[in-house]
T-cell receptor, first 116, second 113 residues
Framework: AQSVTQLGSHVSVSEGALVLLRCNYSSSVPPYLFWYVQYPNQGLQLLLKYTTGATLVKGINGFEAEFKKSETSFHLTKPSAHMSDAAEYFCAVSDDRGSTLGRLYFGRGTQLTVWP | NAGVTQTPKFQVLKTGQSMTLQCAQDMNHEYMSWYRQDPGMGLRLIHYSVGAGITDQGEVPNGYNVSRSTTEDFPLRLLSAAPSQTSVYFC????????????FGQGTRLTVV
């Protein structure tokens, strides 16, 4: 079965600073990887995804993530944090084989706080 | 295009009551699922369906039932509500035709007293 570990349940940065949210996964097959963002009292919105091809993927709101197979990582970054980035972020891996096709496995989430 | 619609948005139940959380999607997605979200636990899969007439259990299925009579609808039933079921519930749908990821509803915040 797949699993996802997000290092750090809370991350705080100053506005304008680099954002780095860490995600490691375990998967017995080539994974599909996702980052979702959740703003207060809302559902989850897809930020970006890796399926195949280029390992550096760009998403919405200036975020990007790099798939590193050797490190089983998919860390999320943004060069310069904005106050509006404050939210909870979830990393997920997709089971894209056989009987569990389509199933998503989520990490426990990282709450990002941005200080002015 | 409404996407995934969940109702109600908020609900308070007494212990032992039953209710149904509604989920509908208008994207003709094959796969639908229910998650619960609890602080520090991420999202945990309750039940899922790979198509009309087919359902299966996820990680935390106890106390919940589902059915999938149409492609569009995937209701979640709480049989006898317990305080441990106080949570935020999300419905999500996925298509196998591409890798666009899951589309989520806005959530139902359920409190069982």
């Amino acid at each position: 079965a797949q699993s996802v570990t997000q290092l750090g349940s809370h991350v705080s940065v100053s506005e304008g600073a680099l954002v780095l949210l860490r995600c490691n996964y375990s998967s017995s097959v080539p994974p599909y990887l996702f980052w979702y963002v959740q703003y207060p009292n809302q559902g989850l919105q897809l930020l970006l995804k890796y399926t195949t091809g280029a390992t550096l993927v760009k998403g919405i709101n200036g975020f990007e993530a790099e798939f590193k197979k050797s490190e089983t990582s998919f860390h999320l970054t943004k060069p310069s944090a904005h106050m509006s980035d404050a939210a909870e972020y979830f990393c997920a891996v997709s089971d894209d084989r056989g009987s569990t096709l389509g199933r998503l496995y989520f990490g426990r989430g990282t709450q990002l706080t941005v200080w002015p | 295009n409404a996407g995934v619609t969940q109702t109600p948005k908020f609900q308070v139940l007494k212990t032992g009551q039953s209710m149904t959380l509604q989920c509908a999607q208008d994207m003709n997605h094959e796969y639908m699922s229910w998650y619960r979200q609890d602080p520090g636990m991420g999202l945990r899969l309750i039940h899922y369906s790979v198509g009309a007439g087919i359902t299966d259990q996820g990680e935390v299925p106890n106390g919940y039932n589902v059915s999938r009579s149409t492609t569009e609808d995937f209701p979640l039933r709480l049989l006898s509500a317990a305080p441990s079921q106080t949570s935020v519930y999300f419905c999500a749908s996925i298509t196998y035709k591409d890798r666009s990821g899951a589309f989520f509803g806005q959530g139902t915040r359920l409190t069982v007293v």
